[in-house]
């Protein structure tokens, strides 16, 4: 009798918590549900042969591998090449150029650091759309735009890219200066502790790095459609893709942008869950430094 | 308000500390907007300041300089080449060259063509070969303003590297007067991969920056003071020319315009900084607190599959954004599958019209917050995981055994925390969602539109931001290139002013080097 009274509240506990965790599931299956449905619904819709258009039903009625098929018909490879090269160019340049900008301004401290970084934050306020339009007219004047959109685009993205060094600075700050210091004392050149000591130990931040730089060409759809301006030559995915839900196009275009999406996505997802580790300490990281 | 001392603060209940903490915030905003306006000020003092320290150091250098050194004041880098460092002085001598050749054949043009940006437009030629009329291009507003600048922009460089050649003299004859030996090109060449190291490191990154970021910024900004459109293009149209504050007074005016619509540029832009301001406050907090709500969910103990869950979630990341959102969207309209879905369930017995309506704009703006919620939760959700593992477990053990519950807990502990690590992050986060073009754009570009406003402000609708409002006066018919620029500076300015009260306003600014 005298132990009975523990053990119940003991059991009790456990019921509440069990409770507690029942809840928990509940929500986060609906959870689950909630962010998957639309891409479950694009994956079904694209292997819909009996319409092209929007139906208010989701699983199809005829099934087929019809839409992957008709997207050869279109320019759509075309585009899906372009994406992949401006990706594979920027993931490298970008990387070395932040790298360079972060490293830099993470560890040496010289006279112009300070009124760079400020500058850097003042630049980061002006929205940068608004630069778009003399941009637009500068590649025009040197012939890339439109069909060679291309190789400007590739200019554009990488020639900014060393305004957002905040994250990998902020994974800079963290390794020990004392490192640099021990090997300086030894006669190590700058450029030695770079390649010698740190980055082996950056290997997360460099994947990281590459990895937000080959994912955002995939996304971006504001400047890639400014320049290639209607030549379905120099598109990227997401531009050429855009104008298929237009008005006058979603009726015979509808399932086709579904298996499109399925076939950008698919890539990008894998390698994206496979780095995923590196990508959590990214924005982690990024979020605590500010 | 009355300041308390930290050991009254202490005394205080747990409400009244949180409201005196919101209370001394919204009383140092003054102050703070004072401290920037004085700093400012000091700062163009300091300025003139240091230019006139510079004049006195660059005259009082030439009165006690020797020969190679005067000479250096016309030719530069002769100093360096007599003192034997060629290298230097070759570079010196070669930008002179470089830089007069381009004043005279170019710069001096551009430069004196900026203050009218060109004087004639095209004009029509009969062609008596082809029998038709033809065009003969002049002058070329656009490239005028643009090289223009960019002559300014090699004007000061050459001034600086010309202070910097004359700094050089000064130094190298202290030196020498010290009786130690010169630099020589081989050891100018080593520090670039050593004590020069990041001048190597940021040679590339700021180049990219200033010719890409900064020229552009300053072009579009000087955009603003001209009148260039779609029918003042500079080139094969109309010259476009300086028209003074005319697109503010525009842009600021409370009579309705001329062009179509009843209202005034004024209303319209009021209209949407408003929502722009109240999107940016929602979608940042909704997706602040529920997504770390589904992190603490996840990081329950007894939860099981933690990694499955959160893998769920990251997919959205994941996949590009203009897929995701345009299915979206697509999902929402009014024969799409949302609206097919709750007919089935019989809540609603006709299609709402979510993004369409505009006799319910605020319908289409809950919608889009909402959808914004399932967007930036993952994300959210990652972040608030790796902070919430930084906090040490000893203190919710012995929360726990002092009897705190679940809640207090996460008022007590997490919450404090959470806001304390990741405050400078809700300020950018804050300002970037007010520059999120992506989900506004591609979930219902800006639609419903607000037939109120002129037709000539690009067709602007009641989701619109003020970017996507930019974008559209940018690509709109009349492509009116000079109030894109001036409700780009005016996003320039409201985020300006809201980073720097925020960050003057925080209790502590917190110093860099304390990470490290």
Redesign the interface.
Request: hydrophobic share 55%.
């Given at each position: 009798m005298n132990t009975a009274a523990p053990v119940k509240r003991h059991m009790g506990l456990r019921a509440s918590r069990r409770a507690a965790n029942t809840a928990i599931y509940v929500v986060l299956i609906a959870i689950s549900v909630i962010w998957l449905i639309p891409f479950i619904c694009i994956l079904l819709q694209s292997f819909r042969v009996e319409s092209t258009n929007e139906v208010g039903y989701v699983v199809p009625h005829v099934w087929g591998f019809d839409n992957y098929v008709n997207l050869a018909k279109t320019d759509f490879w075309r585009w899906y090449r372009n994406t992949f090269v401006i990706a594979i160019c920027v993931a490298v340049f970008q990387t070395v150029i932040v790298l360079c900008m972060s490293y830099t301004l993470s560890r040496f401290r010289f006279k112009m650091r300070k009124p760079i970084m400020k500058l850097m934050l003042v630049l980061s306020l002006f929205p940068g759309m608004l630069t778009m339009i003399i941009l637009y007219r500068v590649l025009a004047d040197i012939g890339l735009t439109q069909a060679n959109a291309v190789p400007g685009l590739i200019l554009v993205y990488i020639a900014s890219s060393g305004m957002g060094y905040y994250v990998s600075k902020g994974f800079f700050d963290t390794i020990s200066k004392s490192l640099d210091e021990a090997a300086r004392v030894d006669g190590a050149t700058r450029l030695k502790v770079l390649v010698k000591i740190i980055l082996p130990l950056s290997k997360p931040i460099v994947i990281y790095t590459i990895l937000t730089a080959f994912m955002a060409p995939w996304g971006d759809f504001v400047f890639a459609r400014y320049i290639s301006m209607g030549t379905s030559k120099g598109m990227n995915v997401a531009v050429g893709m855009y104008n298929w839900l237009n008005k006058d196009q979603i009726g015979s275009r509808y399932t086709m942008f579904c298996a499109g999406g399925v076939l950008v996505a698919l890539p990008v997802t894998i390698l994206f869950l496979m780095l995923q580790r590196y990508y959590v300490e990214g924005v982690t990281g990024g979020a605590v430094k500010g | 308000m009355k300041r308390i001392s930290d050991l009254e603060y202490l005394k205080l209940p747990r409400y009244k500390r949180l409201a005196y903490k919101v209370a001394s915030f919204f009383a140092s905003i003054p102050g703070a907007v004072w401290g920037l306006i004085k700093k400012i000020g000091l700062a163009i003092a300091g300025l003139f300041a240091g230019i006139g320290r510079e004049i006195s150091d660059i005259v009082s250098t030439f009165v006690h300089g020797s020969a190679p050194t005067k000479i250096s004041y016309v030719v530069m880098g002769y100093g360096n080449m007599a003192r034997g460092q060629w290298l230097r002085g070759i570079l010196f001598l070669l930008f002179e060259i470089v830089f007069i050749g381009y004043m005279i054949l170019a710069g001096g043009h551009w430069l004196s063509m900026l203050p009218s940006l060109g004087k004639q437009g095209p004009t029509e030629v009969y062609d008596w070969v082809l029998d038709t009329y033809t065009y003969e291009y002049h002058d070329n507003s656009?490239k005028i303003l643009?090289y223009g600048v960019l002559t300014i922009f090699f004007i000061v460089a050459f001034i600086y590297t010309w202070r910097v050649n004359i700094r050089q003299n000064k130094i190298a004859e202290q030196i020498l007067a010290s009786g130690k030996k010169l630099k020589s090109g081989k050891d100018d060449l080593?520090s670039l991969?050593?004590?020069s190291?990041?001048k190597t490191?940021?040679a590339?990154?700021?180049t990219?920056?200033i010719?890409?970021?900064?020229l552009?910024?300053i072009?579009?900004v000087l955009?603003a003071f001209t009148n260039y459109d779609g029918t003042h293009n500079g080139y094969s149209n109309n010259l476009f020319h300086w028209v003074g504050l005319d697109n503010f007074n525009t842009m600021l005016s409370w009579t309705a315009n001329t062009r179509g619509g009843t209202q005034s540029y004024a209303a319209t832009f009021g209209e949407v900084l408003t929502w722009t301001l109240i999107w940016a406050f929602f979608a940042t907090f909704t997706n602040y607190f529920l997504g770390m709500l589904?992190a603490m969910?996840?990081n329950?103990k007894?939860?099981r599959l933690k990694k499955m869950?959160r893998?769920?979630?990251?997919?959205?990341?994941?996949?590009?954004?203009?897929?995701?959102l345009?299915?979206?969207s697509?999902?929402f309209?009014k024969?799409?599958?949302m609206?097919?879905f709750l007919m089935d369930l019989g809540l609603i017995d006709q299609a709402i019209d979510f993004f369409g309506d505009a006799s319910k704009p605020w319908l289409a703006r809950v919608t889009v917050i909402v959808i914004n919620i399932?967007i930036g939760i993952?994300?959210l959700m990652?972040?608030a995981?790796?902070?919430l593992m930084n906090i040490p477990q000893d203190l919710y053990e012995s929360a726990r055994i002092d009897g705190a519950s679940g809640w207090q807990q996460y008022s007590k502990i997490t919450l404090p925390y959470m806001l304390f690590?990741?405050?400078?992050?809700l300020?950018?986060s804050f300002?970037g969602n007010m520059?999120n073009?992506?989900v506004i754009?591609?979930l219902t570009g800006g639609a419903p539109t607000n037939s109120a406003a002129s037709s000539a402000a690009g067709n602007v609708g009641y989701t619109d931001l003020?970017?996507t409002w930019?974008?559209k006066i940018?690509?709109g018919p009349q492509s009116q290139?000079y109030l894109?620029?001036v409700v780009?500076i005016m996003?320039?300015v409201v985020?300006?002013l809201i980073?720097l009260i925020v960050y003057s306003a925080l209790p502590s600014i917190?110093n860099?080097e304390d990470?490290?």
């Open positions: - | 656009f643009l080593h991969v050593d004590d190291f990041h490191l940021l590339l990154p700021m990219g920056i010719v890409f970021t900064v552009p910024i072009f579009m955009v589904v969910a996840i329950k007894g939860i869950w893998t769920i979630l990251v997919m959205t990341i994941a996949i590009p954004q203009f897929i995701s345009l299915y979206v697509k999902m309209a024969n799409g599958i609206n097919g399932w993952p994300y990652l972040m995981t790796g902070i690590v990741t405050g400078p992050y300020l950018t300002t520059n073009f992506n754009f591609l003020l970017i930019l974008f940018t690509t290139y894109a620029s780009g996003v320039f985020v300006a980073t917190k860099e990470f490290q």
